[in-house]
């Protein structure tokens, strides 16, 4: 049964948020253990107080630049992000351009299929993953399954609610790997080329933002702006940030 949530509660973009979540996976996108990895993401964006911070905005931005200079970029969606921000993928998808590819932690060949096709509805094309055909290395079955024209060969991989054995895969394997992740003390975000503490929600349209404002830029900019990115100190930041608003001075 769907709930409708009064818009007067107090909580409203929170359950707005948890009721697609659920739909999700009602509709057979989310996994079950994709429900409580997203309680522990709503507790990190509970601490950062539900906002894009100025340290994220700035993540956010560079990570525009990369996807803008990248030759092979690749959008990697799962069943979280399909249901929460899958719309907005297909938007930055066609923005920068990039590929996307479904690439499942709990691979089943049903879900691929729901998630391209919840993708498909908001006109996704070409959309890879249902046909694997290469092994991100040092990642046993079926985790490691992906594309060869997709993120096997992608120079810059943007991965929201990414897990951290893989994010490393992807960074041993040379790319450039963007995270979305709201807990700044995952593996994955400290794996990361550059990480995003900010609700893949926020970040996905953000990002997108971002690569109208800069497509125009030159390339030596945009490269400039990359090779300045400091990924642990941005992290260093972001945890400043949480304990002061915990512990205020
Ligand atoms: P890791 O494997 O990186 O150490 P983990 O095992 O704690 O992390 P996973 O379950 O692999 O976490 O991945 C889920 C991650 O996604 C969590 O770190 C969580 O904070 C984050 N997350 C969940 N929901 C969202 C969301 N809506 N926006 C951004 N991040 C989210
Ligand atoms: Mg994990």
């Known amino acids: 049964m769907k709930m409708k949530i009064p818009k007067s509660h107090p909580r409203y973009h929170s359950l707005v948020i948890r009721e697609k979540l659920a739909e ?25 107080g539900e906002r894009t911070t100025e340290i994220a905005e700035l993540a956010e931005k560079t990570a525009a630049a990369l996807l803008l200079i990248a030759k092979h970029p690749v959008i ?53 993953g249902d046909r694997p055909d290469a092994r991100i290395e040092g990642l046993d079955h079926p985790r490691g399954l992906c594309c060869k024209e997709g993120i096997y060969s992608a120079d810059v991989v943007l991965v929201p609610l990414e897990d951290g054995d893989r994010c490393e895969a992807l960074v041993k394997m040379g790319k450039r790997v963007i995270a979305i992740d709201l807990n700044p003390l995952s593996r994955t975000s400290q794996r990361a080329s ?22 125009d830029k030159d390339m030596e900019e ?28």
Not at 24 to 40: P, S
Not at 222 to 249: A, G
């Open 24 to 48: 999700g996976f009602r509709k057979g996108l989310v996994h079950e253990t994709g429900l409580i990895a997203h309680g522990r993401g709503e507790a990190f964006d509970y601490l950062i």
């Open 76 to 128: 990697s969606v799962n069943g979280n992000t399909a249901s929460l921000a899958g719309r907005e993928c297909v938007e930055l998808a066609e923005r920068i351009p990039a590929k996307i590819e479904v690439n499942l932690f709990h691979r089943t060949e049903e879900r691929v299929r729901r998630i391209i096709e919840e993708l498909e509805s908001f006109g996704a094309q070409d959309v890879l």
């Open 194 to 215: 550059i990480t995003i503490v900010d609700n893949v929600v926020r970040a996905i349209p953000n990002i997108s933002k971002w690569v109208d404002e800069l497509r």
């Open 222 to 249: 945009l490269r400039d702006m990359v090779d300045s990115w400091d990924n642990k100190k941005s992290l260093q930041k972001i945890l400043e940030y949480i304990s002061k608003r915990i512990n205020p001075p």
